[in-house]
């Protein structure tokens, strides 16, 4: 399959797997107003692979990334309409991260600021290194977050935590990001640990993960409404699939089953 050419941004297949490295080392791989648009048709793109079992989302040069590129703001959010339309690109690349119907890990050295910890929240997982670093410093440049980006930080850390991260603008390390529920898992290379998990369940049902994704993703954003009809397609394509079938045969025979998501 053809994917879009992102400025800033490079793909790597390998396999099942693909990796998507923000790749802007100069700038510590800061997010452009264009990259957010590609970030968000990359990963809807991504979405039309059958054959994709996961993604690593990472930054180049070890830095996950220093956030939005504020040096972009005076030509992309300089009007209040502007920063509106900024806000959905950057929810609209989001929502394209946590709606991909197959595992996402965000693989987190250094820096991981602002608009980079949406990414991150974004993903289902986030393995971090011991040099990341986090800060949601939206007080310093008189922002507001989306009521989305609000809710993925609230489903990872709790309301209180949430608000200290957002009205102190403060730092934080990765002990910390383990301590407080934003990082899960602490590894001396975070992408090779994120491609090892990820290879470790290639073998298990595609639209059962995606389907549980789908209806988990739904549960932990309370402004969005949950969604009855979404939850039965997701259950409905599982149950009438090649893949059902096929796990039962394979449970019968006590061989291992070979899904095809499909």
Known sequence: MTLPEVPGVSVIREGAITTVILARPGQYNSISYVMWLGLRDLFVALGTDPDLRGVVLTGAGGCFSSGADIADFEQTRATPEQGVTYEVAVDEACNAIANLGC????????????????????????????????????????????????????????????????????????????????ADELH???????????????????????????????????????????????????????????????????????????
């Open 188 to 262: 001396a290379d975070p992408v090779a640990a994120a491609r090892a998990w990820l290879a470790d369940i290639a073998h298990l049902a595609p639209l059962s993960i995606a389907g549980s994704k789908a209806i988990l993703n739904m549960i932990a954003m309370p402004e969005q409404a949950y969604d009855p009809a979404l939850a039965h397609a997701v259950t409905w394509r599982a149950l009438t699939s090649h893949d059902y079938a096929e796990g039962r045969a394979a449970f019968a025979a006590k061989r291992p089953p070979q899904f095809k998501g499909a």
């Open 103 to 182: 595992p996402v890990i965000a693989a987190i050295e250094g820096y991981c600021y602002g608009g980079a910890c949406n990414l991150a929240m974004a993903s289902d997982f986030r393995f971090v290194a011991d040099s990341a670093k986090f800060s949601i410093p939206a007080a310093k440049l008189s922002i507001v977050y989306s009521p989305r980006g609000m809710a993925r930080l609230v489903a990872l850390v709790g309301l209180t935590e949430a608000k200290r991260i957002f009205y102190t603008a403060q730092p934080f390390n990765a002990a910390a990001a383990l301590k407080n529920g934003f």
